[in-house]
């Protein structure tokens, strides 16, 4: 089940932007900044990797795993229960919607073989969700947390919530699984790069 949290809630947005505010960001690359630490929900994550996404020569997206400690395993951190974190950080004004839903589309394709029924719906409530109004510079915060599910953040502001582990799986695996969006971003995120 997917949860859409409207935009227009102001309390919402600002107990949001509060909270993202306060991290410590620390590392960067190229200008594109990603804390060393992630605080989401009074958990910590730490920055486990981070890669440029390219497609056709042209940089796309820096991506960064945040995980509760440090792992080169892909298998072990798409099957886990555990707390985890992609970020995706848009650098390219080329993306548009389309592309990023046509994109996040291929990435679930390519991840998992055979959905379930439940799991097709998830997808697709998800990529609308997600492909809304993409900007240069916008951040998206995917955050698993087991006792919710796939916590969505566009800039400091909540989007939805997804519930499942099953979902959560076919998530992480769009970058760690055995047909990545990119192999040189999933090592990268891996640390192994």
Not at 136 to 156: A, C, F, S, T
Not at 162 to 184: D, N
Not at 185 to 192: E, I, S, T
């Amino acid at each position: 089940m997917v949860f859409a949290i409207p935009s227009i809630i102001p309390f919402a947005k600002v107990l949001c932007i509060v909270a993202f505010s306060a991290m410590t960001c620390i590392g960067s690359t190229k200008g594109q900044i990603f804390p060393d630490t992630l605080q989401v929900e009074n958990r910590e994550f730490v920055l486990n990797g981070k890669g440029v996404r390219t497609k056709l020569g042209l940089t796309i997206y820096w991506g960064g795993l945040f995980l509760s400690h440090k792992s080169t395993n892909a298998q072990e951190i798409i099957e886990t229960k555990k707390a985890m974190a992609v970020r995706m950080h848009m650098i390219s004004g080329l993306v548009t919607a389309e592309r990023l839903e046509k994109s996040i589309r291929q990435g679930f394709h390519n991840a998992v073989d055979s959905p379930s029924e439940q799991l097709n719906q998830q997808i697709e409530s998800f990529i609308k969700i997600l492909s809304e109004d993409v900007q240069k510079n916008d951040i998206y915060d995917l955050v698993y947390m087991p006792d919710k599910g796939v916590v969505v953040y566009k800039n400091g502001v909540l989007l939805s919530i997804t519930e499942g582990l099953e979902f959560k799986k076919a998530l992480f695996a769009i970058w760690l699984g055995k047909k990545p969006v990119q192999m040189k971003l999933k090592n990268k995120m891996l640390g192994l790069q």
